[in-house]
């Protein structure tokens, strides 16, 4: 076995895995207050839907005939599915910074750790060459390793960086754990024909159709042949349009209701594997102490705590965006959750 470090280094690296564990002090509405204060996206698409709301409002007073009227409602409708999509983006946006910077430090610690190992066997590795005991080729197997990991802790550092800038971009917040925020707690409630009746690509579909109905109703009895024509397929394409948009939106409850639920099951299974991960290395750490184990194998149990730490973030991420595209969809602004 080699040598193991004094015991000053052991705890510095058992603080080193304490350190990380995800803090969440936040909540989403905060983070997203931050964000909204600090990037004018957000604030434009406010902007955008209460012109479009004062355009349609416009539109309705101004009609002459009920067509007009259906198309300045349609135009709101269309600017509001708009919105709903750029808000949601806007929201995975956010939480990705923030996770993605909560990746890159557990990154860059496993990194560290994985340098000292790769120090370590070097030491090793050059007492052993000049006493003859390893081949020249192994000697230098050791030393790419050395230098691989070296190269990997200084891409670890600069994509930590780059992950911090991103979230001070996006948020106006420096990074630190305090920003991951609370798992909220969510329970699908809405019927299927609740989440029909509140489809926003159905609704634009059911509008178009509407248009194209009296779009039909308004032509002249003296319209050609080929103009009626030509109206009554687009009658039948909004037909089939509605049809596709009633069928996509049942599909996408069973599919958003199914998304929820496994995401919260994976999130359980990541959270009971995080678990485990910390009793098997405070283990390694007893055993290190007393002198059975490597300092490199006790570093190999912190890096296995850091991976499960990193599946339990990639868990907790799908499932809010999860949980804010079903909020999306119910018409209802998933910032605060």
């Known amino acids: 076995m080699r ?54 409002t416009k539109g309705e007073i101004e009609a002459k005939i009920e067509l007009d009227r259906v198309n300045a409602q ?27 910077a909560a990746t890159a430090d557990l990154d860059d610690q496993s990194a560290a750790l994985s340098l000292e190992n790769a120090k370590e066997d070097k030491t090793y590795a050059d007492v052993r ?23 990997d802790k200084q891409l ?45 690509s159905l609704e634009e579909a059911n509008m178009a159709k509407n248009i194209q109905d009296l779009t039909t109703a308004s032509l002249a009895t003296n319209t050609s042949v080929y103009d009626r024509r030509i109206q009554e397929t687009e009658n039948v394409r909004a037909d089939v349009a509605v049809t596709n948009a009633e069928s996509n939106a049942k599909r996408s409850y069973e599919s958003t209701l199914s998304t929820i639920k496994n995401s919260a099951a994976l999130l359980q299974i990541r959270k009971d594997e995080y678990t485990l991960k910390q009793t098997l290395y405070q283990e390694a750490q007893r055993q290190f102490e007393n002198g059975t184990l490597s300092l490199s194998d006790k570093n190999e149990k912190a890096i296995d705590v850091f991976s499960a730490q990193q599946n339990l973030l990639t868990a907790q991420k799908s499932y809010i965006e999860a949980v804010a595209s079903y909020l999306s969809a119910m018409g209802e602004t998933p910032l605060g959750l």
């Open 3 to 56: 040598s193991r470090g004094s015991l000053l280094l052991a705890l510095c690296a058992l603080a080193l895995v304490c350190s990380a564990a995800p803090v969440a002090a936040g909540t989403l509405e905060e983070l997203f207050t931050a964000a909204a204060k600090s990037n004018q996206d957000y604030a434009v698409y406010k902007l955008d839907l209460e012109i479009a709301d004062l355009k349609k």
């Open 74 to 100: 349609y135009t709101y409708v269309t600017s509001l599915a708009n919105y709903r999509s750029l808000v949601l983006s806007f929201y995975n946006k956010v939480i990705d910074a923030v996770f993605d």
């Open 129 to 151: 060459y000049k006493n003859g005991l390893i081949s020249e080729d192994v000697f230098k197997e050791i030393g790419i390793a050395y230098d691989t990991a070296a190269s």
């Open 156 to 200: 670890s550092e600069y994509t930590l960086q780059d992950a911090k800038d991103y979230v001070r971009f996006v948020s106006g917040l420096e990074w630190s754990w305090d920003l991951i925020p609370e798992i909220p707690s969510f329970e699908p409630s809405v019927t299927l024909e609740e989440w029909v009746a509140k489809d926003i």
